[in-house]
C-alpha cells in the first residue's frame, strides 16, 4: 500500500499472474480502495527483455485516452475506482509486463505489475512515485 496525508490507498491488480496460449481472450482488472475522489488511472506495458514503458491507456471520469498502437487492446472505467484493460485475441508479441497505475494529477504515484509470460517467471511488485 501508499499512504498519501496519513491515509492508506491501495491498489488491487488482478490477476497477478497469467499464462494463456495465443488466440485466447484476457481481461486485467485495476481497482483503487481507499481513495475517495476521481483519480488519474493508467495501464502499461513492459517487453518481456526489458525497456521502456509504453502507455496504453489513461483515464479519469470514465473518458479513456487510447495512448496505444497496439489495437488488440480495449480498456474500460466501470466506475471511478476501477479501470480494467481486455483482448479477445493474445499473440505472441503481447507476452511483458502490465502495470495499473493511479495519480492524482498526470504524475504517476503507485505502481504495480502482472507477468503475462511463462509459468516459471518470477513475478514482481514495483512501487514507484
Known amino acids: 500500500y501508499w499512504r498519501i496525508y496519513g491515509r492508506s490507498q491501495t491498489l488491487h491488480q488482478t490477476p497477478r499472474f497469467i499464462s494463456l496460449p495465443p488466440g485466447s481472450s484476457v481481461q ?3 481497482y483503487l480502495q481507499g481513495y475517495s475522489s ?4 493508467y495501464w502499461y506495458r513492459q ?3 526489458g525497456g521502456a514503458l509504453h502507455m496504453l ?3 479519469r471520469n470514465r473518458d479513456l485516452i487510447d495512448d ?3 489495437k488488440h487492446f480495449k ?18 508479441n503481447h507476452t511483458g509486463l502490465y502495470y495499473c497505475a493511479w495519480s ?20 514482481a511488485t514495483l ?3
Open 47 to 49: 517487453p518481456p527483455q
Open 127 to 129: 512501487i514507484a512515485c
Open 104 to 123: 492524482r494529477t498526470l504524475t504517476i504515484c503507485v505502481l504495480f505489475l502482472l507477468y503475462i509470460g511463462t509459468e516459471d517467471s518470477k513475478l
Open 38 to 41: 476521481t483519480p488519474w488511472m
Open 28 to 30: 486485467l482488472h485495476c
Open 68 to 70: 496505444s498502437s497496439e
Open 57 to 59: 491507456f489513461l483515464s
Open 75 to 92: 480498456a474500460a472505467r466501470p466506475t471511478e475506482q476501477n479501470f480494467t484493460l481486455s483482448t479477445d485475441s493474445l499473440f505472441p
